[in-house]
């Protein structure tokens, strides 16, 4: 294991810095240094001012990449995805070997081809994310959506984009030098001389990533609302705010309100800063660019100097979540969008409460499972009990852009709606048993470890018949082989998730609502716990789901990607050094560079049919609903229209 202080000696010999620096006069990073808002040129000009280097690509794709692959549960499946997830198809081998000989002239193409190459599998759980090159998201003051209005489907640019797109500021509005404010509501004709669905059907091939169906993809592309942290929020969509500054611009065939005349505008992009503060190249690269200390992961038997091992926390709650980037530029939802109804409860957390006119249904707004553990549990009690005193008979839960979290939060809630007596709230689950696996978990037993330091060890999970596995117990031996697409592999035997451990509130026995009158609202954009969740009630219980938006005639699945526990890089960097086996030649090395690989580490096996990932089982909604003037947007209006369509108001 190598010290920060040992990679930053190393670091300074194969640095792209170290290679024929520029004068200050010329220096792209200097040019916009300090800036929250340039032009994706300048910005671009930056990025690719480090020359490519040989022993940066072996030591993220040869030392690093291509060793976290083994512990990845689904690459088998990549050889041929089953229908209708074909598109996400890939031979992953070959395609890092295709990037390990690509020539390169500069350190931001080939971590750019990894970024894409990783992205396009369209699994949300398994990303490279290299900070020095997503320091910069492109925003073109053009978010679109796909609206019914009149009876027909088609593409307008969002109508209220004057207000949003007031929230960024004038330093992002001075850059733009054209009249955007008048294509608020405009309806789109053509996007790059294309049908503006088959432009929509491109972005989601080849930017967006996260899901494994195409039409979840699609729903990505479009501009929607969302809660981040307790505050309510609108994405740009994968159209107008893609990562990255690929573009400088897009060409749209419009119809403004009040004309019936197209015409085509170009719609500049700016690129946004979302990084560390820099003043120039060297900086730029230091801050952004270069391995720091939280980079890699550390041996949590002992993982700060000093005399007394322990372990770094207790017993850790594992992840299902995807990474959105555009999080990180979180603008507000224009206040008229916001719901007029009282928030039902503590309005501080990622769970809104509200109870619609008439007191008979209840609404928890979900913008995602993660936040703190406990107050998440307290808060669904403070809601139900709301409801119970307020006579609600029916409950929707919204899971817009819900991007997952704890695993464990969405056993909770699946838990406390069907009762205790319903038995085991969760699915089997298995990790992959390659060969370094296989050493971890003997090594952990070795070594007398438990869940207060690693994943692997048998206590965090149960056997089948609900019992907790102790420490000691190795299940990967034996392993059981699986065929996946004509290629062997092997996972560990089957266990089950010991969530009911961590329990903070006591738990009902019995449903809190009849589950025949609860409801599940979505985009589709519900990703690992979230998709779990949403699984978990379709599966078990017939709970009603419904998918707004999406391409006219085109299916769109109820879930987006669905794995069982996320690992980050750091996580399983960590599980390896705690095993005591950081130099084992399977090991993956430490980065020299700041990034995260994470990849899907547990899969979730179907209730329907426990030898398929619930992952590849294509699960329709039983409602699909276009997005209308009053139903995009505004989650309030969307509420009240599937209460009608769901349960059938009077």
């Known amino acids: ?143 679109i959506v796909s609206l019914e209005i009149d009876g027909v489907q088609g593409v307008y640019i969002v109508p209220d984009l004057v207000e949003f797109i007031h929230l960024l500021g004038t330093d992002y509005t001075d850059l733009i030098k054209i009249d955007w404010e008048r294509l608020a509501g405009a309806k789109v004709v053509s996007i790059e001389g294309q049908d503006p669905y088959d432009y929509v059907d491109f972005v989601a091939k080849t930017v967006s990533g996260n899901y494994l169906d195409h039409g979840v993809r699609v729903n990505s592309v479009f501009s929607s609302y969302r809660l981040v942290d307790a505050d309510y929020s609108q994405r740009f969509g994968d159209f107008a705010g893609p990562t990255g500054v690929a573009q400088n611009s897009i060409t749209m065939e419009v119809i403004v309100n009040g004309s019936n005349k197209a015409e085509v505008v170009t719609v500049p992009y700016i690129a946004n800063f979302a990084g560390v503060a820099f003043t120039d190249r060297e900086s730029f690269w230091v801050n952004n660019c270069a391995a720091n200390n939280e980079t890699n992961g550390v041996d949590f038997k002992n993982p700060t100097p000093g005399p007394t091992p322990g372990p770094l926390q207790k017993r850790r709650q594992p992840m ?192 809190q609502f009849d589950l025949t009158k609860v409801a599940i609202v979505s985009n589709g954009n519900c990703a690992s716990t979230c998709a779990m969740f949403s699984t978990l009630m379709f599966e078990r219980h017939h709970t009603k789901v419904a998918v707004f938006g999406g391409k006219p005639g085109e299916n769109v699945e109820y879930k987006g990607m669905a794995g069982n526990q996320v690992l980050e890089w750091t996580d399983i960097d960590s599980e390896i050094k705690t095993a005591n086996l950081e130099d084992d030649p399977l090991a993956p090395v430490d980065l020299l560079v700041s990034g995260n690989f994470r990849h899907n580490w547990r899969t979730a096996w179907s209730f329907l049919d426990e030898t398929l990932p619930i992952a590849y089982v294509s699960e329709l909604p039983q409602f699909r609903f276009p997005y209308t003037l009053d139903t995009y947007n505004n989650p309030q209006n969307l509420w009240l229209f599937a209460e009608q369509e769901l349960f059938g108001r009077k």
């Open 320 to 511: 299902a979540k995807i990474i959105d980037l555009s999080t990180s530029n979180a603008f507000g939802l224009p206040p008229q969008f916001e719901p007029t109804l009282p928030v039902q409860g503590d309005n501080e957390g990622i769970m809104k409460a509200y109870i619609l006119p008439g007191n008979e249904t209840g609404v928890l707004f979900i913008g995602s499972f993660e936040g703190d553990f406990d107050t998440f549990q307290t808060d669904i009690v403070t809601a139900f009990s709301i409801f119970k005193n307020a006579s609600v008979s029916q409950l929707i839960i919204d899971l817009t852009d819900n991007g997952g979290g704890f695993v464990c939060l969405g056993q909770f809630l699946h838990a406390y709606l069907a009762g205790t007596n319903f038995g085991y709230p969760g699915f089997q689950s298995t990790n992959r048993a390659n060969p370094l696996a296989q050493k971890i978990v003997a090594s952990d037993i070795k070594l007398g470890l438990n869940s207060d330091f690693s994943f692997y060890t048998a206590d965090n999970w149960a056997f089948l018949n609900g019992t907790q596995m102790p420490s000691d117990f190795d299940y990967m031996v034996p392993d059981v082989p699986i065929v996946i697409n004509g290629r062997a592999d092997a996972t560990s035997q089957r266990f089950h998730d010991t969530c009911e451990l961590t329990y903070a509130v006591p738990m009902p026995a019995t449903p």
């Open 1 to 143: 294991m190598w010290s920060f202080a040992q990679l930053a000696v190393a670091f300074a010999f194969v640095a792209p810095l170290a290679v024929a620096a520029s004068s200050a006069a010329r220096d792209p990073c200097a040019a916009v240094a300090g800036k929250d808002f340039v032009l994706p040129a300048d910005a671009l000009s930056c990025l690719k001012s480090f020359p490519f280097n040989e022993t940066l690509r072996q030591n993220v794709l040869t030392n690093n990449v291509a060793r976290v692959f083994d512990f990845f549960t689904f690459e088998f499946y990549y050889l041929d995805s089953p229908a209708p997830f074909q598109e996400s198809t890939a031979n992953i081998r070959a395609e890092l070997a295709r990037i390990n000989t690509t020539h390169y002239e500069t350190d931001y193409d080939f971590s750019w081809d990894l970024y894409l190459t990783i992205t396009q599998l369209n699994d949300g759980h398994t990303r490279w994310f290299p900070s020095c090159y997503n320091a910069y998201q492109n925003l073109a003051p053009a978010p």
